[in-house]
């Protein structure tokens, strides 16, 4: 048992880095070890490079423009999404929330009353259904 616990500690030692003594735990601490500790400071953050700042805005802009796209191309509504139009059209607007929606569906208050707008609005397109969802 004894061999093998050993065996464990050299195989871990080959990975972890070598042991402090105490006192020199202690002097780190004190400050007296002439050498900083590189990233020493707390709460340390490195500046962001001017390119990593620009490569992040190029793929914002690349999955608001893929977003924009998708919404334009119209594809058909999904059955789901058909089923809750059909409340979110024929019903009015405080029945939407007071009332059962059919086909067992259940969306979030607000989204509803937001797709009912929307639809009153632009009328009852695919557009217009999804206008909420796009937006928020």
Known sequence: MLLRENAL???ASAFLPPRKSVTALQESFDGSDSAPLQGDRIGFT???SQRSTQLLYLVLLLGAAIRVVQYFRRPALWLDEAMLSISIVKRPLRALIFSPLEFNQSAP???LQIAKISTMI???TELALRLPSFLF
């Open 46 to 48: 490195p500046e962001p």
């Open 122 to 124: 632009f009328g009852p």
């Open 109 to 111: 208050p607000l989204y």
């Open 9 to 11: 500690r050299r195989a």
